[in-house]
């Protein structure tokens, strides 16, 4: 039996081409399908195409939950593709991991020094070991770069008025490379390394651990670059003052037919020759102009008008070039003839587009940046175009920015004892710790395109690089598609079907437009801070709670990411997509640390994103990240997943409730007695050994979810309890305990979500009764808890919020009335989402603010979240009720 999807561009239309390939991630119903050997994807004719399918996770029946699918380059991207999953079709696992007939593969080749990738197209070897990423990149043979280097700079210091301070360069030095894919149409290598001093009498230890992957489809011109690193310096004495790419590019033609191409912004660019022969005070001909604005090779010298080519020596060569993007408003660009001599002035602009070319007739080198200005400070360098050693270096951290100055942002206030922190708690909202505020861990990705060209592009070629470097091209299912597999959930795709529903839906919208709308008024950009949001807003100023304690970046309090990643889903909007992208590589890597003591532990909501001492599962969850790795395939996100896996332990190093903690007298964390709270603590190992089980098959993970899940179903209070006493060797929980203790954060954090799942997922009575008591109960009546459990519960808030939880409770029970209570606790308990008029825009203009802003009349990322996930989850639960 053959069962087909239909797969489509996420901006709707199918981009001109595809020069570096595609992958996307995609679901399949239980059961349906054996494995990704039965994939095969066709164009929309219907006609078989290459392709490479590789499960991303599986039912625990064994079949195929995820897959990861790829497609080779084109220059005729078909609009829509077609994916068959053919169960029992012999020759099924050939068709999917052989390109069809005519179609070429990548390939690789491995020696014990290097390995070389040949996408067909383009050529890269890596060495094994060295100061280098690749040795070459070649284009039909002819080298276009070579020595691809990472960069950085460390000053010792950050001088207050005149002083100085000093910087040493550093070169990245891998240490290791693996093979992870090997082709026929997708090949993924990995490298991993430090970042050592350049003068060999440096005693540094070496710094920035990072990790570099590059991606290879079959037929490819151009080759994904992810960049990964770990900041693990002292923020004390270490300030970086530069990051970057370096890459040789040799250049063989003459001066006049070396081309430099600089994208600005809205599409422009700098075209501009080493040596340029025009504006000159003679005329070297017509036919010599335009061949140098169009990037071909000029003709011979010989026949120019006599009066130019006799003068070539005396025209400049410009053989450096700069572009700095220092903030997300504007760029600069200049040039100088060579080091030692005067910068001149080109122009500026607003927002680059991020992308370089250096090249010449016999071909070149082009480097794009995703979200360069976003992420800025960046900058983009030519140096020595003019000579025998050109190099391109893209800058991800500038060098002529301040320097990183990532040392904590006060000195305590006096808070050194707990009863201090929490009275700091009362007033500011931040939770302080001396040496808590450490960013010692923290990570971060960037992406980079990296184009190998035959010769000079047309401006035009250039500039549809530039833009797909900026925004790649992404297939993905259709929302339809998703909901029917049954993956993620309770959710629903939009239905406008009635003025009820297409209110709601309004309001979503709203809601997400306006925090689109405020990242770009608020500038929530730049290198640490791209992808994340504000947590509570300041109407006396008109500002985002920038500078107050916890009220500042919001870090994942009460689940912006669920909310993101459940309304790209039921709509298939690519502006959603990309928010929720940002926001996942922002809160996956710099809000969560990736080594040291607090490994695998994600830090609460501060004015700086590593600030707050409470360092949580909570914010470090897999919840928020698994769904852009399902739905795009990331290996990035993938070890992101993985570092978590073992991450039970943190409970003996950091105990997360320590300030408050009621047995604080008493308790003693050891291997055999860790209390861990059923709400944010188990929700997120939940969501930890669930989606390690789901990727690997890994039977710790396997073992330590389905017994928690049977000891949470075996405890007298079930989920009501609060916090149990958890065996790390043992994987389990004490079932004796007997008290009662609510939180209104316990369910907010993701997991209603994983509860949702795993009920369906793996049959297990006891839980499931567990978990309809939580839900049941949360919102019951004083009486209908005492009626339960003997007393009522205390710590009920965030009503709007848990109305999904009655929601739940109702669909599972098929209970009218219950249904009835969620729609009401939705609409009574919305202390500030509950009616009209907080779905409207007031316009602030100057003087009262720097730039005319929105406000909406209630601002708050908690609310935001929340009401939007409780309208997803109801509507899709107790839908039926409201219309």
Not at 295 to 315: D, F, K, M, Q, Y
Not at 704 to 717: E, H, Q, S, V
Request: glycine content about 10%; proline content about 5%; overall charge negative.
């Amino acid at each position: 039996m053959t069962d087909s999807t239909l797969i489509r561009w996420i901006d709707g239309q199918a981009p001109a081409e595809i020069s570096g390939g595609t992958t996307w991630g995609m679901p399949f119903a239980r059961g349906s399908v054996p494995g990704a050997d039965a994939l095969t994807v066709a164009d929309a004719t219907g006609t078989p195409l290459p392709s490479q399918a590789w499960p991303l996770a599986t039912w625990p029946d064994g079949s195929l939950k995820w897959a990861g699918i790829a497609l080779p380059a084109t220059d005729t991207p078909s609009g829509t593709y077609q994916v068959e999953a053919d169960a029992g079709a012999a020759g099924a696992a050939a068709a999917a991991g052989r390109p069809t007939p005519g179609g070429s593969a990548v390939t690789v080749t491995e020696d014990a020094d290097a390995l070389t990738v040949d996408t067909g197209v383009l050529r890269m070897m890596i060495n094994r070991r060295g100061s280098t990423l690749f040795s070459s990149l070649s284009r039909d043979g002819r080298p276009v770069a070579r020595d691809a280097r990472l960069v950085s700079l460390l000053q010792d210091g950050v001088p207050e008025g005149a002083g100085t301070a000093g910087r040493e360069a550093f070169t990245g030095e891998v240490t290791a490379v693996v093979l992870e894919q090997a082709g026929p149409v997708r090949a993924v290598v990995r490298l991993e390394g430090r970042h050592h001093p350049d003068l060999p009498d440096n005693a540094h230890r070496g710094w920035l651990p990072f990790v570099v992957r590059f991606y290879f489809h079959a037929n490819a011109r151009s080759v994904r670059m992810v960049h990964s690193f770990i900041w693990d310096g002292d923020p004390e004495r270490d300030f970086l003052a530069g990051l970057g790419v370096r890459f040789s590019v040799p250049l063989e033609a003459e001066l006049h037919d070396r081309h430099v191409r600089i994208a600005g912004a809205d599409g422009g660019f700098l075209t501009e020759a080493v040596r340029g022969l025009t504006g000159l005070r003679r005329d070297p001909g017509a036919e010599v102009r335009d061949a140098q604005i169009a990037g071909r090779a000029t003709p011979p010298a010989e026949a120019w008008n006599p009066e130019v080519s006799g003068r070539l020596h005396l025209i400049p060569s410009w053989g450096d070039y700069t572009l700095t993007q220092l903030s997300a408003d504007g760029f600069e660009l200049r040039k100088r003839t060579a080091a030692g001599h005067g910068w001149v002035g080109i122009s500026g602009g607003t927002r680059s587009a991020g992308f370089c070319s250096l090249s010449d007739t016999r071909g070149g080198l082009g480097v794009g940046i995703k979200d360069f200005w976003q992420s800025h400070p960046g900058q983009l360098d030519v140096r020595g175009a003019a000579g025998g050693g050109a190099t391109l270096t893209a800058w991800l951290f500038s060098p002529e920015a301040q320097p990183m100055d990532l040392r904590f942002y006060h000195d305590g206030l006096g808070q050194d004892t707990f009863e201090e922190q929490l009275e700091g708690l009362e007033i500011t909202y931040e939770d302080y710790e001396p040496g808590f505020g450490n960013p010692t861990g923290i990570a971060r990705t960037h992406e980079l395109t990296l184009f190998a060209y035959e010769s000079t592009p047309s401006t035009e070629s250039l500039a549809a690089d530039a833009a797909a470097a900026s925004a790649p091209a992404l297939l993905q299912a259709t929302p339809e598609y998703l909901h029917s597999m049954g993956v993620f959930g309770d959710w629903d795709p939009v239905d406008r079907s009635t003025p009820a529903r297409a209110g709601l839906e309004d309001q979503l919208d709203f809601l997400f437009d306006f925090y689109a709308g405020q990242v770009e008024q608020r500038r929530w950009y730049g290198f640490w801070n791209y992808g994340d949001v504000m947590h509570t807003y300041d109407f006396d100023r008109h500002v985002w709670r920038y500078d107050v304690g916890g009220y500042a970046w919001d870090n994942s309090e009460l689940s912006p990411d669920l909310w993101l990643w459940y309304s790209y889903l039921r709509s298939g909007r690519a502006d959603i997509f990309r928010f929720a992208e940002a926001m996942t590589r922002h809160t996956g890597e710099v809000d969560v640390y990736h080594l040291g003591p607090w490994k695998g532990l994600g830090s609460r909501h501060n004015v700086q994103h590593w600030g707050c001492s409470a360092k949580q599962l909570r914010i470090s969850t897999p919840a928020y990240r698994r769904f852009y790795y399902y739905l795009t395939a990331d290996e990035r996100t993938g070890d992101l997943l993985s570092e978590l896996v073992d991450s039970d332990r943190n409970f003996l190093g950091l105990d997360p409730v320590r300030k408050v903690r009621p047995d604080a007298a008493t308790y003693r964390p050891n291997r055999g007695a860790l209390g861990v709270g059923l709400g944010t603590d188990w929700g997120s190992l939940a969501a930890t050994w669930l989606t390690d089980w789901e990727r690997t098959g890994n039977p710790r993970s396997r073992d330590r979810l389905l017994g928690t899940m049977a000891d949470i179903g075996a405890l007298k209070f079930g989920f009501l309890t609060g916090e149990a006493l958890y065996d790390l060797d043992k994987g389990r929980f004490d079932t004796g305990r007997e008290q009662i203790q609510v939180s209104h954060l316990s369910a907010v954090f993701g997991l209603v979500e994983i509860c949702s799942e795993l009920v369906d997922l793996v049959p297990d009575a006891d839980f499931e009764r567990a978990w309809l008591q939580y839900c049941r109960l949360f919102l019951a009546t004083k009486e209908e808890q005492v009626a339960a459990v003997g007393q009522p519960l205390e710590g009920v808030y965030l009503t709007q919020a848990h109305s999904r939880l009655t929601a739940y409770a109702a669909a599972r029970l098929q209970d009218p009335d219950l249904a009835a209570r969620a729609w009401d606790s939705f609409t009574e308990g919305g202390e500030h989402l509950n009616h009209g008029s907080a779905f409207t825009l007031r316009r602030i203009e100057p003087p009262h603010v720097l730039l005319p802003v929105d406000e909406a009349p209630t601002v708050s990322t908690n609310d935001t979240a929340q009401f939007g996930l409780a309208v997803i989850q109801n509507l899709a639960l107790v839908g039926t009720y409201l219309d």
